[in-house]
């Protein structure tokens, strides 16, 4: 990899969830890297607002696993509450990115 590329610095984003979607998340994201897992199972304060602390790789990954859920899915309600999620985390991705 060129050292000069954008994906060989490592930038980390924080990525703010909801309940629910962090719920999903732990639910569907069953395969990524430990890091990644580590980074879902990290313990939170009760209340305290969901941040992770994600790098463009770790939200390739969580987006990978919720699109392939998603489209294994025969649940409509799952199926369009992963896809928002998805869309959610790609925005994120795209800033990442830019």
Known sequence: MDPGSPRAIE???KVKIEEEEMALLREHV???????MRELDRPRAAG?????????DDLDDIIGCLAASSNDASDE??????DE??????????????
Do not use: C, G, H
């Open 30 to 36: 069953l395969v990524a890297e430990p890091k990644v």
């Open 85 to 98: 999620l998805v869309e959610k985390l790609e925005t994120f991705e795209d800033e990442m990115m830019e």
């Open 11 to 13: 930038a980390f984003m």
């Open 77 to 82: 309600n799952l199926v369009s509450r992963l």
């Open 48 to 56: 305290e607002p969901i941040v992770l602390e994600l790098d463009l």
